[in-house]
């Protein structure tokens, strides 16, 4: 007799895990029942700021794989169809149609939960009313697109300056509207620190968008048919005909919760390093619903990217599968962009390392992408921590031009393992002036970090 999975979500970790329970169990040995409230399966969440902005054509592009392609390998995906409830005693799932109202108890011999994270909305007057869109899946960018089509007025405000604010304040622009946006912290993008940030709000403005930073968002106001005209921060008033809030997200673990799953400080699921949710041997989690080992300070965190979902999706259906797997934890790798501006990130901030009670040493260098004769060479800043007296390595930022956001990928190796700045400036890289300077921007930053940690070690008399 076949056993049954049940996948609650149908995005990167959901369908993935599918997908590998499949290659390791046929249809007679494993049940594999997705349930998935949308319209889409398998899309990149993180290409929708560049399908609003114009850069990517159509939706249909940033999906992987479709529900048809997923039920051509035995996989019963059932859109539309929203879990309400889990007995985790029962091992069955109560679910919702959203076409027809139906209600429906489903057994399960295994369950993956696969609910993804929920833009943040904050209970402010207003914030429900027409034009006003958080922008999580496929069907929210899709609503933000049919606004911008039918709006007559070009004034757009997107509230917060993180990834998706900036990405959608630029996206913005591309359409033609006029952007004012709104950031409660001193510098936009708050994943890097602020001698940082402030390079991503001067080329924000280069871009003609209105920043207003420390300013903290009341209200939003309407007018009489209930629609967006406004919203208010502090004493001032930013007229807008439609709002984009880019306030970060949260775990949707409303249904874990319910059910008395185990939660961490963030909200997200707890798992052990097969992914299965601690205290249940029966049920597993993955993506933006759960927290992660933050590899470098030793804590668990909620870091909701792609990159991480797709490989939680891989251990979890090894798992279900029957086969063996592990996903050991995170760096905290990201990269972005604003305009020709390339931002990346990894590791700790410094005040990350302060909560964690590192002590550090920091550094920040100017080089070039290129060798600084070669055509098209630009400027690059690196900012780079280590830890004092041992010279670990303890996070690296990056803000250029074209060339810049993938040298993060040297820091992230360097963090994973746990190298120490000194035994960077040894790495065997490679050179030729069209790619980069003799000495790479992010050597250049080590070997500063290197002088840093030992005279912070020389004692003072």
């Not at 679910?95 to 909305?121: C, M, N, Q, Y």
């Not at 602020?194 to 300013?215: C, E, F, N, S, W």
């Not at 007018?223 to 306030?247: K, S």
């Not at 280590?386 to 963090?415: F, M, N, S, Y």
Request: aromatic share 4%; hydrophobic share 40%.
């Amino acid at each position: 007799m076949s056993e049954r999975v049940v996948i609650v979500g149908a995005d990167a970790a959901g369908m993935s895990a599918a997908s590998q329970a499949r290659r390791l169990r046929t249809a007679s040995e494993l049940d594999i029942v997705v349930f998935e409230r949308g319209h889409f399966t398998s899309y990149s969440a993180c290409g929708i700021p560049y399908w609003v902005g114009g850069d990517v054509d159509d939706r249909d592009d940033l999906i992987a794989r479709t529900p048809e392609e997923h039920r051509a390998r035995e996989i019963d995906l059932r859109l539309r169809t929203e879990v309400r409830e889990i007995d985790v005693p029962g091992r069955r799932v109560r679910t919702h149609d959203l076409e027809t109202g139906a209600e429906t108890w489903t057994d399960f011999d295994k369950l993956v939960l696969a609910t993804g994270a929920s833009p943040i909305r904050p209970p402010l007057p207003g914030i429900d009313a027409a034009g006003v869109h958080g922008v999580q899946t496929l069907d929210d960018g899709q609503a933000l697109i049919d606004t911008l089509d039918s709006t007559r007025g070009r004034r757009a405000v997107v509230v917060g300056a993180g990834y998706i604010g900036v990405e959608m304040s630029e996206a913005l622009i591309n359409r033609g509207y006029q952007v004012t946006m709104l950031n409660r912290g001193a510098e936009p993008m708050s994943t890097l620190d602020p001698d940082m940030g402030v390079l991503i709000r001067k080329a924000m403005q280069g871009l003609g968008i209105h920043v207003v930073d420390d300013t903290e968002v009341t209200a939003i106001h309407t007018d009489a048919q209930g629609r967006v005209r406004a919203v208010a921060a502090d004493d001032a008033e930013y007229p807008a005909d439609v709002v984009v809030l880019g306030l970060g997200v949260r775990p949707a673990t409303e249904l874990a919760r319910a059910a008395g799953l185990p939660l961490g400080a963030s909200g997200g699921l707890l798992t052990d390093l097969a992914m299965r949710v601690r205290g249940h041997e029966n049920i597993w989690a993955g993506g933006d619903c759960v927290e992660v080992l933050d590899l470098v300070s030793g804590s668990q965190r909620h870091i909701p990217l792609g990159t991480h979902a797709n490989k939680h999706g891989q251990v979890i259906g090894a798992g279900v599968g029957g086969d063996y797997a592990t996903f050991p934890g995170v760096v905290g790798t990201a990269v972005s962009k604003v305009c020709d501006l390339e931002v990346a990130r990894t590791g700790l901030r410094e005040k990350d390392a302060r909560a964690v009670g590192l002590q550090y040493v920091t550094v920040v260098i100017e080089s070039t992408s290129r060798a600084g004769y070669f055509p098209g060479a630009a400027p690059m800043t690196v900012k780079m921590l280590a830890e004092r007296r041992t010279g670990r390595l303890l996070g690296v930022q990056i803000v250029g031009r074209e060339g810049a956001g993938k040298r993060i990928d040297i820091a992230a190796v360097a963090l994973t393992a746990r190298m120490t700045v000194e035994q960077m400036t040894a790495l065997d890289l490679g050179y030729a002036p069209p790619f980069s300077p003799v000495w790479d921007p992010v050597l250049v930053a080590a070997r500063k970090a290197v002088s840093a940690v030992r005279k912070d070690a020389i004692p003072i008399p």
